[in-house]
């Protein structure tokens, strides 16, 4: 019978915290398995570990493994629908790890601008809808002094607005909003402008997102 990377995750995932090692080796062992397998259950049972009665989890191994492979020249999807549906959508949760992840280092993605960190704080950006605004706007005001984010920013916005859980304050993001260098035909761009200037917070208007589309 042949598994699937999903049909192995199931099985395995779970037995890496059962192993005779420290849990900070066991946390690297986890993440070992998600780097073979690239699947999204691996990133649930270890979300798991760190809430089980054994837990948390240390945080500078958790944290270090989610950090380098956001920023890794491969396919971090699992990792970033982790981060959205797990860690930021979870209002206990999300402060810690969107600092983690990005916050605690935006300075240091501005003044660098190494190809590693722009992935990092790409894919983190595109995922932060659902962050608290008062945890991610001093992140995303720093991010707006580098253009090369200005895109994905757009799309954090964009996603702040649309997410079911997602998070923003119309004034302020209107402003960050009319400080990005995008192209004027970007897909949306007016709509959410609309919406923000007419003080709406979410998609739970859903007549104001339509009343622009028509016009």
């Known amino acids: ?101 990005l916050g605690n280092d935006i300075d240091r993605v501005v003044a660098e601008r190494s190809e590693a960190l722009l992935h990092r704080a790409r894919r983190v950006l595109e995922c932060s809808g659902p962050v608290p605004w008062p945890v991610k706007e001093p992140t995303y005001r ?21 997410d079911v859980y997602g998070d923003l304050e119309p004034a302020a993001a209107l402003a960050l909003l009319d400080q990005l260098d995008l192209p004027a035909n970007t897909q949306h761009l007016a709509e959410l402008r609309y919406v923000l200037a007419a003080g709406h917070e979410n998609h739970h208007s859903p007549r104001a997102w339509d009343e622009v589309v028509r016009s």
């Open 142 to 162: 720093t991010a707006v002094g580098l253009p090369a984010l200005h895109s994905v920013l757009f799309q954090g916005l964009l996603a702040s607005y649309h």
């Open 1 to 101: 019978m042949l598994l699937t990377a999903n049909d192995v995750a199931h099985s395995w995932a779970g037995e890496v915290f059962a192993e005779d090692l420290d849990t900070a080796d066991q946390v690297r062992l986890a993440f070992g398995l998600l780097d073979l397998l690239d699947d999204y259950w691996v990133t649930c049972e270890i979300r798991f570990a760190d809430v089980s009665a054994e837990g948390p989890l240390p945080a500078e191994v958790l944290w270090d493994g989610y950090r380098r492979r956001l920023a890794a020249d491969r396919d971090a999807e699992a990792v970033t629908y982790s981060l959205w549906v797990d860690w930021f959508e979870d209002r206990r949760t999300a402060a810690t790890a969107f600092a983690e992840v």
